[in-house]
């Protein structure tokens, strides 16, 4: 018979209230006082002039206007990148999931890939073996424990483990998702542990699990009569009360209930701070249930949609699954309404800079949680969760999101002026880190750089060193100040940009060259090209006006007139693809153009022009400055020449064939590139971007042609 091991038990505590004099109670928070006054106001007071509602409090040089995103659109220019068009690619954020979860230091759980089986004795005498803090004392429920009872009160949660673990040589993993927003813990308690007895963070939490999110059951322990899991989420190991926890029949079970398809629209993502469901009499499960801020849940096909759920019908609400605990603990997926005028997202966000503000600001204010109490978040949690709306998979902490390599960017040892300059050029959405705190780049205004963040204490900007417990999300600029009295701008190490491979190097180009951000280089025809990304440009080598593309996308092509002047060249020409956008860098005055040729749009925002091709012909473009600029689009539309390449082999008489993208695809866009898929008969290769067959007669290939986003495929048998 196991033993059954009480903790609380072992102590006997009292505690003390310290009442204060004067109708006043001190509060200590991150060992600053504050004062809340308990006096009753006077009759003269309440005159209609105090009547009148206060201002909103902010940090020194943050206005109400500020505190919109729409305020921070035109904030951003120095990144020369457009507000509303995407940032990375879909298929790209699928790409940098996988390279940060492979990255070291990053600490990801491959949840999805994990050994299916384990030594659960192993696991269970590593987790009883956990040790107290390194401290001289800790604070359980605001009680303090010292010393010999500090050890033997983790001594006694080891004990616990150990006698209500599952023990045996090997055991299966179990798939959990959870039911409710809950917290993963370092020790199998309910307790707060503190280090203090005003101590604001829980030091017993370790991260958060959103309703819905995975989680892989590997180990129990029975603590004060509450049962606990130990197990893995994606983003760290730890403890989550059972009630908390679903269990699936089947792994297929679990992935089907949380794993999203980033190409579809089959789910919703919370983009608010949070949601909470209607109440309910009759259907309890549903009745104000808390979504918060980046919760996903799975839609109910169309076909699948009942009339009503519970008593409700289900017109004007999102109808999704919510996963539901049963009395045996075990998964069950109910439908649940979610009122149509709440902000979610259908699918995942499109990463635009615009996206990623609005979704920030939307927490604006809202609660620090360290780790994630108190159903808040802290500030890793809260970046992580922005860019969760967006499909990408940030990790946990402040020191694992810095190891995300190949999008960092290097602050620290730069002067203050350099930091700001390399800042401006930088998009919205850029983290910045320095030891302890991550927070994200909203842009600069009056040369300052501005940020917001998920805070825990700092000083403003302008008076004396008062460091203050804020304990929530505010907009600040880089001039607040630390506990040692040194900015925030100072005190910056690194800066992460969570966007493209080519937007990376764009902008990290654009730093480089300060104040000539569009770096350029001559062409053999004599115009000085703008080098794109890649330090190529985008459509023909014959063309004299290069296609310049920030975002690896035809529609997020560019082009500019500052080196046609004075280059000799009278005829531009200029080639792409069907459908593609093109955004003029220059001011333009207008635009003229046969209808036939492209669709003229101006944004009435940034006041910049683009063009959307639908055939080839002159487009003219007038400058704000009088120059006028007339360009000859080719437009391709690439689609398989099956026929044409057929009849290539077919007159070879069995020689070595070589084909270009023209005579495969039909393109004159020499800037895409041709990627053999298949190759049965293994008599295809490619060099040089050229296929080459030697037994043409025996060919059986499978061949692509890759244009920035787009991709054009073919098969070949003869």
Known sequence: MKRKTGIMGIFAFSLILTVMAANSVIIYADEEPFYFSAEISSEEDNNEESAQPASIPAATGVTEEMCKSGYWLDKNKGALLDPKEPLISGAEIEELN???????????NDIENLPESYDPEKLRDSLENTKAPDKKAIYVDKVEIKDKDKDQYYAAIGRAI???????????????????????????????????????????VNSALNINEPFIIRQKAEVDGDLFYWGYSDNCTGWVLAEDLAVCASKEEWTDAWKTDPERKDFIVVTQNAITLEPSYYTEYLSEVKLTFATILKLVPDDEIPSSVGERGTWNNYV???????????????????????????????????????????????R?????????????????????????????????????????????GMSD????????????????????????????????????????????????????????????PLTVRRRAGTTWLENMEKAILPISK?????????????AEPEPKTPSENGVRKVSAVSGQTYGSSSDTLPLDTFLGSTKGLFIS??????????????????????????????????????????????GSYSIKLKSSGTVTFNLAGGKQYSVAFTVDKPKPQK?????????????????????????????????????????ARIEDNVLYLTSPEKSDFRVCYSYLNKKYKMTVKS
């Open 643 to 683: 026929d044409k390449v057929r009849e290539l082999i077919g007159s070879s008489g069995g020689k070595s064939v070589s084909l270009n993208a023209a005579q495969l695809f039909g393109t004159t866009i020499d800037s895409g590139k041709l990627t053999l898929l298949r190759d049965k008969a293994g008599n």
């Open 368 to 412: 620090y949680g360290w780790g994630g109490m108190l159903d808040s978040m802290d500030c890793s949690l809260y970046t992580r969760n922005i860019y969760k709306c967006f499909g990408l998979s940030l990790p946990r902490n402040t020191t694992w999101q810095r190891s995300v390599e190949g999008r960092a960017f290097d602050l620290a």
């Open 561 to 606: 007139f500052a080196n046609v002047e004075g280059s000799g060249v009278e005829s531009l020409k200029a080639t792409c693809i069907k459908g593609s956008k093109i955004t003029v860098k220059e001011e333009i005055e207008s635009i003229v153009c046969d209808k036939k040729v492209a669709k003229v749009k101006k944004d009435r925002k940034s």
């Open 162 to 204: 150990h006698d209500t673990a599952y023990s045996g040589q090997t055991k299966d993993n179990q798939y959990a998702v959870a039911v409710k927003r809950t917290t993963i813990l370092n020790i199998p308690v309910k307790s707060y542990i503190g280090y203090s007895a005003t101590d604001g963070d829980n030091e017993n």
């Open 98 to 108: 996988k390279e940060m979860l492979s990255s070291e230091g990053t600490y990801l």
């Open 320 to 366: 999704v699954y919510l996963p539901t605990r049963n009395s045996e603990g075990k998964y069950e997926k109910k439908c649940a309404l979610i009122s149509q005028h709440y902000e979610v997202s259908t699918g995942y966000l499109e990463m635009t800079e615009e996206e990623i503000l609005r979704v920030a600001f939307n927490n604006l204010g809202d």
């Open 417 to 476: 002026e350099e930091k700001l300059a390399a800042m401006k050029r930088m998009p919205a959405g850029t983290l910045f880190y320095f030891p302890g705190h991550a927070m994200m780049y909203v842009g600069t205004d009056n040369e300052m750089a501005y940020v917001i963040s998920d805070t825990g204490s700092l000083s403003d900007s302008e008076g004396e060193l008062n460091v203050r417990s804020m304990y929530s999300i505010i907009l600040n």
């Open 502 to 514: 080519e937007n990376y190097g764009f902008v990290l180009k654009n730093i480089e060259t300060g």
